[in-house]
């Protein structure tokens, strides 16, 4: 995620040269052909572009409209999970008690907390598409580690083996009913969540606002210089390059941030929210040993 106050103009001419010198060049050529060969026929009417343009501008609109609900969605979805974890943590400390002695206490209070936040990192790297496992050391003891190897969704199953110690502490007598309803209810919500991110992770943006918006705005490109050079002259170059540069970027906008979950500058800060997770919750047990906080890089919030 961005997280500068000002927009890198290197990133945007790095993402852009390309496209601009071939405008700039495909403009000038026509212009030239015009000016000083002679060629009358270049000069197409206006009154297309214009129509087209402002069909674009009401297109482009809507579809980064609705690829900036996904983005926002998804970070919706994270402000969520980080603060269910920590409504989890809580309840969990406050409420597994009843005839569990201090240092199994303990212990019981490590574990639940400890899943939690390894699936705040399960999370990550299953919308990330990347393995787990290795980020869950750390949190999980080695043979519910070699456990999850076959599984095919990591953060499901650890809700699901949380779901199940909560119902052993139940039956010893530590929960009460009332008690493991609300903390189920929070695994729930949990659940909720997750199946929100996979849901914007597995919809493909639909492919025809993309493709054609794309393909309608070259054509419009293509145009435009032929329907200003008569009244413009040379300045059509410069003006159908500015003009273009700005459809461009409207079009590249929602491509950038339709899919928040592929670990990109543009994407839902994973990495920081789950370090977050990490920090609060094992303060919440009373570590005082803790990782940093997940800084910027160049701007840039991972």
């Not at 030239?32 to 009358?40: I, N, T, V």
């Not at 939690?116 to 787990?132: D, E, G, N, V």
């Not at 199940?164 to 008690?179: K, M, N, P, S």
Request: aromatic share 10%; proline share 5%.
């Amino acid at each position: 995620m961005i997280v500068r106050q000002k927009l890198s103009l290197k990133i945007v001419v790095q993402l852009t040269w390309k496209r601009v010198l071939f405008l700039a060049v495909y403009a000038s050529v026509i212009v030239f052909l015009y000016q000083s060969e002679d060629q009358w026929y270049l000069a197409l009417p206006p009154l297309p572009a214009t129509v087209m343009g402002t069909a674009l501008g009401i297109l482009l609109g809507f579809r980064n409209n609705s690829a900036y609900n996904r983005w926002w969605e998804a970070r919706t979805l994270w402000g969520r999970v980080v603060n269910e974890s920590r409504t989890f943590a809580r309840q969990i400390i406050s409420f597994v008690s009843t005839g569990v002695k201090t240092a199994e206490l303990r212990a019981v209070h490590t574990e639940l907390v400890y899943r939690q936040i390894a699936f705040a990192h399960a999370l990550r790297c299953h919308l990330r598409k990347q393995p787990p496992l290795e980020d869950l050391k750390p949190f999980l003891d080695a043979s519910e580690l070699e456990g999850l190897q076959q599984e095919q969704n990591v953060p499901n199953a650890l809700l699901q083996r949380q779901s199940v110690r909560l119902q052993e502490l139940h039956v010893a007598g530590c929960l009460d009913d009332f008690r493991q309803m609300k903390l189920d209810e929070r695994l729930t919500s949990l659940c909720d969540a997750q199946g929100g991110c996979e849901r914007i992770k597995n919809t493909v943006f639909p492919r025809q606002y993309s493709r054609y918006t794309v393909a309608f705005v070259w054509i419009f490109i293509m145009y435009l210089p032929f329907a200003l050079i008569k009244d413009l002259g040379y300045l059509a170059v410069p003006a159908s390059v500015i003009v273009s540069f700005v459809f461009l970027v409207l079009s590249s906008l929602a491509g950038a941030i339709e899919n928040p979950f592929e670990n990109t500058i543009n994407d839902t800060p994973m990495t920081a929210l789950s370090r977050t997770i990490e920090i609060n919750l094992r303060q919440q047990l009373g570590e005082t040993a803790l990782p940093p906080a997940i800084q910027p890089v160049d701007g840039f919030l991972y």
